[in-house]
């Protein structure tokens, strides 16, 4: 019988990463990684900061944007960017389908949706002299919320 291959766990694959490039390994690292490990959706970093103090560990909002850089550049995140809101991280989740987003230009919800033939189309194409890691696709409209509201405001006489 052969031995099952196991994945190495995100923890495992940031100590490598940290190791190979001569990057501390510290304790706080480690921390906003389980942290993050237990979000879902999309978080920003000061989000991130504040649920680290709610879990009653504080660390610096510096220590919180060099660990987010660490862990985009090893791949367990990624940064997106949602028109104004600034920069929102999101983990990689290697088993999950690859998912769009739909970011209401009025509240800003922004909602993840998965369509395969979406992703198809864009995996099977071929980019001559550049290799994708990996990619982002935002529709920008109304959502449902919104778009009820307005038709109330509009009659109602309301802008």
């Not at 920003?44 to 879990?55: R, Y």
């Not at 560990?57 to 960017?81: I, K, M, N």
């Not at 992703?119 to 980019?127: A, G, K, Q």
């Amino acid at each position: 019988m052969s031995a099952s291959k196991v994945s190495p766990t995100s923890r495992e694959l940031f100590d490598q990463y940290l190791r190979s490039n001569h990057k501390r390994r510290t304790a706080e690292r480690f921390a906003i990684l389980e942290c993050i490990l237990n979000v879902q959706g999309h978080f920003s970093a000061e989000e991130l900061g504040e649920m680290m103090k709610g879990q009653g560990y504080p660390v610096s909002t510096a220590t919180v944007y060099s660990t987010l850089e660490l862990l985009v550049e090893c791949g367990l995140v990624v940064r997106q960017r949602f028109s104004d809101k600034g920069n929102l991280y999101e983990r990689v989740l290697t088993s999950a389908v690859t998912h769009h987003h739909l970011i209401c230009t009025v509240c800003g919800k922004i909602k993840e949706i998965r369509d395969q033939s979406m992703s198809d189309l864009i995996e099977c194409r071929n980019f001559v002299g550049f290799t994708p890691s990996y990619y982002s696709l935002n529709i920008y409209g109304i959502c449902a919320s919104c778009s009820r509201q307005r038709k109330r405001n509009k009659s109602q006489g309301k802008k």
